[in-house]
Structures are given as structure tokens and as C-alpha cells.
């Protein structure tokens, strides 16, 4: 079935770096563009970054901007985040998720979502 | 970046109300508006997208309405499995953005 599954988190130092993967399966991702959205504890949604179907385009949310770097490898259906000089601010489940724009390029909905993997920074 | 905001951060109701929750955003995004359902511990679930179509496979009591500024997610006869937490997100622009989330809780 179409899934996107997540690995990767742990705990880590303020300061060092961790890498999270998101693997697709029961779908062609190299169709589709990928986002990370992370949630705090206990708080909302906050869109990450994404990296369009070919890897041509990536944006990132200004809290992360020069630190997180999104990439992908089409050849193995995967979608990863790497996260350096990590805050405790970065604390969050990490949830990768597919973008549909049901045949209207300007939209971005994420109809597929990972289970989420935890980054915890903390010393 | 676009500034989504959700009224109210929570309610309570009981099985069978009508629920409204609303979206406003901080600048004019035409309809490019989805709404999300996340239940605790689960990834949210995608339930309306530009503004008002609706997510295959999710119940038609709920719908979406709104474009421009102004944005509603109406449950019209709510199910004791839709005690979630409801997230409205812009993608009009490349930086998306979502709202601080309505809390529906059992009154």
C-alpha cells in the first residue's frame, strides 16, 4: 500500500547534526514533490522544507534556513533531512508527506503521511 | 510569510452538533486552503483541499467553504471518532503555512 515511512530520529546534543530518511513505497515518488513538517510538544504543525519531484527546486521555513538540507534519491524511493548545529528549539516529530496538487500546480496538499520520527535536542 | 489564523483554539460540543471552525488569513490566498484532522499521537489526515473539495475516502458531513481571506471547515452532525484537533494550511505561497490548530473536545 502507499506508505512513507521515517527513520532517523534519536537524541541528540544542541549543536551536533542527525540525518532523518523517509522511505516511499506503493507509489512512484519520482512524481511527486516531498515536504518535512515537524511538530513540537505539545504544539502545531510547522512546515520544514520540501524538494520538488526531481530534486530541481528546494525551500526551506526561515527557522531552519542554512542549517536543515533536503535531498533525495529517486533510485531508491527516498527523501532525506539533514540537520545540523541542531537548537532545542528543533525538538519535534518529524513527519515526511507527499504533496498532491490534484492537476492544479499551485496547490500543495499532503494527502500521504509518515508515522513521524522524534528528534529530542537536549544536553 | 502568510499568517494563518484559527478561531476558536478550542471547543467542546456533543455527537450530533454542528461544528464551525474558521480560518482567516493574513493576506489573500484565492482558495488554496486544505484542512487537516490529527488525532493525538497520529499524523494529521488530509480532509479538504482548495478549500472546499473533499479528500476521497472522508465522510461527506464534512465540508469547506471560503476563498480570499475568510475560510470555514463545517462538521454538520459531529461523530464521537471526530474529536481531533483541525488544522487549517495555506499553499498559496511556496513558504506554506498552517494555523495554530481548534481543539474539538466532548462536552
Known amino acids: 500500500q502507499v506508505q512513507l515511512v521515517e527513520s532517523g530520529g534519536g537524541v541528540v546534543q544542541p549543536g551536533r547534526s542527525l540525518r532523518l530518511s523517509c522511505a516511499a513505497s506503493?507509489?512512484?515518488?519520482?512524481?511527486?514533490?516531498m515536504h518535512w513538517v515537524r511538530q513540537a510538544p505539545g504544539k502545531g504543525l510547522e512546515w520544514v522544507a520540501v524538494i520538488w519531484y526531481d530534486g530541481s527546486n528546494k525551500y526551506y521555513a526561515d527557522s531552519v534556513k542554512g542549517r536543515f538540507t533536503i535531498s533525495r534519491d529517486n533510485s531508491k524511493n527516498m527523501v532525506h533531512l539533514q540537520m545540523n548545529s541542531l537548537r532545542a528549539e528543533d525538538t519535534a516529530v518529524y513527519y515526511c508527506?507527499?504533496?498532491?496538487?490534484?492537476?492544479?500546480?499551485?496547490?500543495?496538499?499532503?494527502?500521504?503521511w509518515g508515522q513521524g520520527t522524534t528528534v529530542t535536542v537536549s544536553s | 510569510d502568510i499568517q494563518m489564523t484559527q478561531s476558536p483554539s478550542s471547543l467542546s460540543a456533543s455527537v450530533g452538533d454542528r461544528v464551525t471552525i474558521t480560518c482567516r488569513a493574513s493576506?489573500?490566498?484565492?482558495?488554496?486552503l486544505n484542512w487537516y484532522q490529527q488525532k493525538p499521537g497520529k499524523a494529521p489526515n488530509l480532509l479538504i483541499y482548495g478549500a472546499s473539495s473533499l479528500q476521497s475516502g472522508v465522510p461527506s458531513r464534512f465540508s469547506g467553504s471560503g476563498s480570499g481571506t475568510d475560510f470555514t471547515l463545517t462538521i454538520s452532525s459531529l461523530q464521537p471518532e471526530d474529536f481531533a484537533t483541525y488544522y487549517c494550511?495555506?499553499?498559496?505561497?511556496?513558504?506554506?503555512?498552517f494555523g495554530g490548530g481548534t481543539k474539538v473536545e466532548i462536552k
Open positions: 494550511q495555506q499553499c498559496y505561497t511556496t513558504a506554506l503555512t
Open positions: 506503493g507509489f512512484n515518488s519520482n512524481s511527486y514533490g
Open positions: 508527506a507527499r504533496v498532491n496538487d490534484y492537476g492544479d500546480h499551485k496547490l500543495s496538499a499532503f494527502d500521504i
Open positions: 493576506q489573500r490566498i484565492s482558495s488554496y
